[in-house]
């Protein structure tokens, strides 16, 4: 499966933006998917993930901000994000646990001005 990844850009800090992962296939049978992101200079960080049921699971300092979801229909996984701040700044990475090793999106950019 590949996963095509969408929806960053630049916005004010208290913005929103609506990111995208868009499986080649199929996702029903992915048991997890989720984001993590990179910032400049920084290591990566995980973001949330959705279980195949639809259970969530976030990193703390975004769950209060951050809505991770999926649709089956459509293939794809979303994650909404409010009240942006400029930390918030990294490249977005979508990816999901299939057999064998953790696949990865090619990852969208956000940009939060301050």
């Known amino acids: 499966v590949q996963l095509q990844a969408s929806g960053g850009g630049l916005v004010q800090a208290g913005g929103s933006l609506r990111l995208s992962c868009a499986a080649s296939?199929?996702?029903?049978?992915?048991?997890?998917m989720g984001w993590y992101r990179q910032a400049p200079e920084k290591q990566g960080e995980y973001v949330a993930l959705?279980?195949?049921?639809?259970?969530?699971n976030y990193a703390d300092s975004m769950k209060a901000r951050f809505t991770i979801s999926r649709d089956n229909t459509k293939n794809t996984v979303f994650l909404q994000m409010n009240s942006l701040k400029p930390e918030d700044t990294a490249v977005y990475y979508c990816?999901?646990?299939?057999?064998?090793?953790?696949?990865w999106g090619q990852g969208t950019q956000v940009t939060v001005s301050s």
């Open positions: 990816f999901a646990d299939v057999f064998g090793p953790r696949l």
């Open positions: 296939r199929s996702i029903g049978t992915i048991n997890v």
């Open positions: 959705v279980l195949r049921g639809g259970s969530t």
